[in-house]
């Protein structure tokens, strides 16, 4: 694929009452998990909902939806993993992707390197 490509992923979950969150491919100890079908990582949701758009392989319930019992409880990491297996498969080159974080908890700013890092 050799032309330049956009794509806008978007995700929000709503909080549970326990256990801990995992966004951005972190573990957020001292916040309430976000609810879902897989681990509830909303950035990386929108990541991948954004690179499937560019890449015109569908979005994020297409590819990790509840109808696929295989992504029941399982980590953003993995999804990121599938996610370059996939644009490999394609011989896409990923370019830039940005992810903004709407929320007051947790903070994410102490640890935006290190969330950079582990999605990159």
Request: glycine share 10%; charged share 25%.
């Amino acid at each position: 694929m050799n032309q330049l490509r956009t794509g806008v992923g978007v995700d929000a979950h709503k909080f549970a009452s326990s256990g801990p969150c995992r966004l951005a491919g972190l573990e957020w100890p001292d916040a309430n998990r976000l609810e879902g079908h897989s681990d509830g990582d909303a950035a990386v949701h929108a990541l991948c909902d954004a690179v499937l758009a560019a890449a015109g392989l569908g979005d994020v319930g297409q590819v990790f939806g509840i109808d696929k019992p295989e992504w029941k409880g399982a980590s953003g990491l993995k999804m990121i993993e599938h996610l370059r297996s996939l644009i490999s498969e394609k011989s896409i080159e990923i370019n830039n992707v940005s992810i903004q974080i709407v929320g007051n908890a947790p903070k994410i700013s102490k640890r935006r390197d290190e969330a950079q890092q582990v999605l990159s």
